[in-house]
């Protein structure tokens, strides 16, 4: 299998951020480019302990991210190769890119969560 942003789809494409994205098995694979500063914490709001849950692997391909856990915090920059452990959320510097691969499953149980908290910041 392979990708880029001409062969995967554009499935986001908002002022925020853009991501191509699609699974290749078990595996969800997203290519990502953050356009604004990007805090996601308020959207994870109801997962356990309000952070994403699910595993990431990747590589930032440009920019900065700050990863926040609960008892520490870990910048990555441009180059950087990453393991985010269940129990984070980020806050990424606009202009970042970033490739990531992620367990399908467990990333559903996130995107839902987003999903829900999304509709009700633009109903409520």
Same mark, same amino acid.
């Given at each position: 299998?392979?990708?880029?942003?001409?062969?995967?789809?554009?499935?986001?494409?908002?002022?925020e951020?853009?991501?191509?994205?699609?699974?290749w098995?078990?595996?969800?694979?997203?290519?990502?480019?953050?356009? =604004?500063? %990007?805090?996601? &914490? +308020?959207?994870?709001?109801?997962?356990?302990?309000?952070?994403?849950?699910?595993?990431?692997?990747?590589?930032?391909?440009?920019?900065?991210?700050?990863?926040?856990?609960?008892?520490?915090?870990?910048?990555l920059?441009?180059?950087?190769?990453?393991?985010?452990?269940?129990?984070?959320?980020?806050?990424?510097?606009?202009?970042? =890119?970033? %490739?990531?691969? &992620? +367990?399908?499953?467990?990333?559903?149980?996130?995107?839902?969560?987003?999903?829900?908290?999304?509709?009700?910041?633009?109903?409520?």
């Open positions: 299998m392979r990708g880029s942003k001409n062969d995967l789809p554009k499935t986001v494409d908002e002022q951020l853009t991501i191509w994205e699609t699974d098995g078990d595996i969800h694979v997203s290519l990502i480019t953050c356009h =604004e500063e %990007l805090d996601i &914490s +308020p959207v994870l709001r109801g997962l356990p302990e309000d952070m994403c849950q699910c595993p990431h692997w990747g590589m930032i391909l440009k920019g900065r991210k700050l990863v926040r856990y609960k008892d520490r915090e870990e910048v920059t441009g180059g950087d190769a990453y393991y985010m452990e269940p129990g984070h959320t980020t806050l990424t510097d606009a202009g970042t =890119e970033w %490739l990531e691969f &992620s +367990p399908s499953d467990e990333l559903k149980k996130t995107n839902d969560a987003v999903a829900r908290n999304l509709r009700a910041m633009n109903h409520g």
